[in-house]
C-alpha cells in the first residue's frame, strides 16, 4: 500500500491507498510547531484505529508547502515505517507525465495536482484548488503545467474581512438566499461565496479565451464543494485530486 501526505498550510490530509483506491484518508490540522515524536502519536493512533498495518505500507510520498515541517515528517516516518520516502521536489520532475516549466517556482501540491489531472482526465485542464491559498493551474493537453494563477482562499479572505472589521463576524460558508443580503451573515455570504464563483468564472473564462480552447475545470480542496452549485464554470468536483497525484507520482518515480 502507498502513503500519501499533502502538507498544506492549514491542513495536512493523508491517505493509504492499495489497488482497488483509497483505503483511509484522514485530515488534521497544520501545526508548525509540533515535533516529530508528537505527529509519530497521533498518526500511530488513527492507523491503529482504522485497523491499518504499518507493515503493509510499501511506500510512502510527501508532498509539503510548509518547509520547516519536512524534517519532522522525515524523521516521524523514518521511526514509524520502514519503507522508504519519497520527497516531492524539483529533482524527480523529470521522471513525471508531465512537464513544469519553472520547477523551483511552483508549488509541490500543485504539480501534484496537474499530475492527477493529467492522468485522471486528459486534454486541456484546469485544476481549481481550493486551499489557504486559491490556486488556478493550468495544465495543455501535451501534459505542460501552462501557469498558475494565486488569490487568497474563501477563508483566507473572511478571517481577513472580520479581523479587520469592529462589527464583522465569522459566518458559515454556504451560498445565500440572496444575492442582496438582508443581514449581516447573508452580506458575507453574498460576498465571499457568489464573489468568488464571480472570480472563478472570470479566470476560466479569461484563459480559455487567451488560449483559444475550452477547458475541463476541475475543483478540489476542503472547500470545493462550496462554489459547486454557484459556479457555472465548475464541472467537476474531485476532492481527492491531490492525493491521487501524490499516489501516480510515487507510481511513477
Do not use: C
Amino acid at each position: 500500500m502507498i502513503l500519501a501526505i499533502d502538507i498544506g498550510n492549514t491542513n495536512i490530509v493523508f491517505g493509504v491507498a492499495d489497488e482497488n483506491g483509497w483505503v483511509k484518508i484522514w485530515r488534521i490540522q497544520t501545526d508548525w510547531s509540533k515535533t516529530a515524536d508528537e505527529y509519530e502519536v497521533i498518526f500511530r493512533s488513527l492507523f491503529t484505529s482504522s485497523s491499518i498495518s504499518y507493515n503493509d505500507i510499501s511506500r510512502a510520498v510527501l508532498s509539503s508547502v510548509v518547509p520547516s515541517l519536512i524534517r519532522a515528517f522525515r524523521e516521524m516516518l523514518n521511526n514509524l515505517l520502514e519503507s522508504s520516502l519519497l520527497l516531492v521536489e524539483p529533482s524527480i520532475y523529470d521522471k513525471l507525465p508531465i512537464k513544469i516549466i519553472d520547477p523551483y517556482e511552483i508549488g509541490t501540491d500543485l504539480v501534484a495536482d496537474a499530475t492527477a489531472a493529467f492522468m485522471g482526465y486528459g486534454g486541456s485542464t484546469m485544476v481549481i484548488d481550493f486551499g489557504t491559498a486559491l490556486t488556478f493551474t493550468t495544465i495543455s493537453r501535451e501534459g505542460e503545467i501552462l501557469g498558475v494563477a494565486i488569490t487568497p482562499g474563501l477563508i483566507t479572505a473572511l478571517k481577513s474581512l472580520t479581523r479587520n472589521t469592529a462589527q464583522l463576524r465569522d459566518v458559515q460558508l454556504s451560498a445565500p438566499p440572496s444575492v442582496l443580503g438582508k443581514n449581516t451573515v447573508h452580506a458575507i455570504q453574498s460576498g465571499i461565496i457568489l464573489g468568488f464563483s464571480g472570480l472563478v468564472d472570470s479566470m476560466v473564462s479569461r484563459t480559455e479565451a487567451e488560449l483559444g480552447e475550452k477547458l475541463t475545470v476541475v475543483a478540489t480542496g476542503g472547500l470545493s464543494a462550496v462554489l459547486k452549485n454557484v459556479s457555472a464554470r465548475i464541472e467537476i468536483i474531485d476532492e481527492n485530486l491531490t492525493l491521487d497525484g501524490l499516489k501516480y507520482i510515487a507510481q511513477y518515480v
